[in-house]
Nanobody, 122 residues
Framework: QVQLVESGGGLVQSGGSLRLSCAAS????????MGWFRQAPGKEREFVAA????????YYADSVKDRFTISRDNAKITVYLQMDSLKPADTAGFYC???????????????WGQGTQVTVSS
């Protein structure tokens, strides 16, 4: 079992920044590919960003590329999502996910956090 706990969400004005954190169980964190997803009100869940187990590879949804940065600190067993130039369209619940022993890029994720709310006002 992998447990993931997101934090760092909140209310921010358009153009502002937030950094989300996802604290994971640490036993084998370094072998998990990690991802961030979001789900806006009335919308389907969508992929945001992913990072390889060693942090050497990342990829992003087109909608957030060049604005968001995913990173990880395996020593702190934490993955981050730095969000800059936020837009009202970014408003969503953000969820951290782990892919266990997956190929890269992950085709699916095995464990999910409960989410943290990001609200961007105009």
């Amino acid at each position: 079992q992998v447990q993931l706990v997101e934090s760092g969400g909140g209310l921010v004005q358009s153009g502002g920044s937030l950094r989300l954190s996802c604290a994971a169980s640490g036993r084998t964190f370094s072998v998990y590919h990690m991802g961030w997803f979001r789900q806006a009100p009335g919308k389907e869940r969508e992929f945001v960003a992913a990072i390889n187990r060693n942090g050497g590879s990342t990829y992003y949804a087109d909608s957030v590329k060049d604005r968001f940065t995913i990173s990880r600190d395996n020593a702190k067993i934490t993955v981050y999502l730095q969000m800059d130039s936020l837009k009202p369209a970014d408003t969503a619940g953000f969820y951290c996910a782990a892919a266990i022993f997956s190929t890269w890029p992950p085709r699916s994720y095995d464990y999910w956090g409960q989410g943290t709310q990001v609200t961007v006002s105009s």
